[in-house]
Every structure is written in C-alpha cells, then in structure tokens.
C-alpha cells in the first residue's frame, strides 16, 4: 500500500459542477497537510493548506479527517480555469520530518 | 519578490554526459528540496538539505547522482553519467521551516538521448 493515495483521474466534469477528491495517507503520525495545483507543463503551486477544523477559501474546501486519515478537496461551481492536477502533500515530523506527495488527480472542465 | 530560481529551464543530452542543474531559493528559506517528476512514478523526492547540509538523500536513486549546497542561496543537483531513463522535469522547492508548505520553482526539463 502507498503511503499517500489519491483517487484515480480523470474527473471530467461539466462547468459548474461540484467535484470532490479524497487522498488517504497511511501514517497516523502525520501532521500537516496541503492541497496543490500543477497545470500542464507548470510547476506545483500552493493551493490551500488542510487542517482539522476544515479551511474554506472562496469556491474551495478542504477537510481534514484523522480518525480515517484522509483529507479531501470540493470545489464548488467549476470553472474552465480550475483544470488542472490536484496533488496531496501529506507532511511528518516524528522520527525525521518527511513529506510524500500524492500522485494527483487530473480534472478537465468543459464548456 | 523573487521565487525559487532554477536553470537551466530545457537540457538535452546525451547518454554518458555529465548534467548539473541550478537552484537558488527564496532568500531566508533554511529548507531546499529537489525532486524528480515522471508520469509513470509521480513527484519524488531526491534529497532535502537543512542550513546547507544533507539531511535526507534516502530518495537519490544511485550513485550516479549527487547534490550539493555549498551556501544559503544556491544548490546543484549533477548527473554523472546521464542514463536516458533519467528523463524528467527536475525540480527544487524552498521552505522557511517544516512542515510548513514548499514553493516550487519552475522546473528543469531533462531529456538524456
């Protein structure tokens, strides 16, 4: 089993759809988590950070849930703009700090 | 400000060939990470340093690869010999501390013919 899972892609969803993605992660230990974007052929960028209490930022949710460890991503009314893969980063710190990305999600909006 | 500064942006070599590819981090950033990005293996992580040393190269995949940092603003990451299944877009990332969020740079895309 991997250590951090995302939901296998594509999600192709209409514009203005709702979308939902999930990452599990194996290590209960695990202490920070993030949400980032990568377009096609772009660097990975910041999206939102996750923390326990949920963080909502405009159209974007993210949760996290420890008791299952997994958190997730909603985004609210799609746009053309927000095709893109999504990535997980699950952070450690007990016993040396490490961080695993997931694999990603794509998603394709359309018109 | 500026971000996190890689170069160069395209390398195409051939097989046998040394490579060395650049990092400057954000200023003040005390974190600096190198990672490889594959379709079929995803973001890997190569090594990371603290304050200029190696903490962690668990993710270098053999000897042929290498990295330094010899100050605060500036990493090397050298591929010596290039194999053609070295091929992947090569980036660095900076952090002021853990585990707080990475900022990428821009990425070197490496083709080894």
């Known amino acids: 089993r991997k250590e951090v899972e995302q939901d296998p892609g594509p999600f192709n969803v209409p514009e203005g759809a709702t979308v939902a993605f999930n990452c599990t992660y194996s290590?209960?230990?695990?202490?920070?988590f993030f949400w980032y974007r990568q377009d096609c052929r772009k660097e990975p960028k910041l999206l939102m950070s996750v923390y326990s209490s949920g963080n909502e930022d405009g159209r974007f949710t993210a949760q996290l849930n420890r008791a299952s460890q997994y958190i997730s991503l909603l985004i609210r009314d799609s746009k053309l703009s927000d095709s893109a893969t999504y990535l997980c980063?699950?952070?450690?710190?007990?016993?040396?700090?490490?961080?695993?990305f997931g694999a990603g999600t794509r998603l394709f909006v359309k018109a | 400000d500026a971000g996190v500064i890689q170069s160069p942006r395209h390398e195409v070599t051939e097989m046998g060939q040394e490579v060395t590819l650049r990092c400057k981090p954000i200023?003040?950033?005390?974190?600096l990470f190198w990672y490889r990005q594959t379709m079929m293996r995803g973001l890997e992580l190569l090594i990371y340093f603290n304050n200029n040393v190696p903490i962690d190269d668990s993710g270098m995949p053999e000897d042929r690869f290498s990295a330094k940092m010899p100050n605060a603003s500036f990493s090397t990451l050298k591929i010596q010999p290039s194999e053609p299944r070295d091929s992947a877009v090569y980036f660095c990332?900076?952090?002021?501390?853990?585990?707080?969020?990475?900022?990428f740079g821009p990425g070197t895309r490496l083709t080894v013919l």
């Open positions: 200023s003040g950033h005390d974190y």
């Open positions: 980063v699950v952070n450690t710190l007990t016993g040396g700090f490490k961080t695993i």
């Open positions: 990332a900076s952090t002021s501390r853990v585990p707080n969020e990475q900022f």
């Open positions: 290590n209960s230990a695990s202490q920070s």
